[in-house]
């Protein structure tokens, strides 16, 4: 009987091994798989990296210079615009005047 018993305890340790082998060996594969995805973003990380024109304080030095003459430009054509509003005003009032001399 205890012959059987053994046989049977022997039967139960091989299954509970064999389920543990079973699962390390799925363990390893998820492992291997986490260790390519994360090869596979370093790898897209340096490429982005690599190509990369400019880093991002040489953008924001663009950036303000940009808007720099954006600003500059944009008085330019205010001072213009008011420029003209002003010769508009006195060409307004010149034929103004013109016109009630003749007619007065």
């Known amino acids: 009987m205890e012959n059987k018993e053994m046989e049977n305890h022997m039967k139960l340790i091989e299954e509970k091994v064999s389920t543990i082998e079973s699962d390390l060996d799925d363990i390893k594969e998820g492992l291997k798989t986490k260790t390519d995805e994360d090869a596979v973003r370093v790898l897209i990380d340096k490429t982005l990296a690599d190509k990369r024109v400019i880093n991002e304080s040489e953008a924001n030095i663009l950036n303000q210079k940009t808007e ?29 005047f013109a016109l009630f001399r003749i007619f007065m």
Do not use: D, F, P, R
């Open 68 to 96: 720099n003459k954006i600003e500059s430009t944009i008085n330019k054509v205010q001072v213009k615009m008011v420029k003209w509003m002003i010769a508009i005003v006195i060409s307004t009032a010149s034929i103004t």
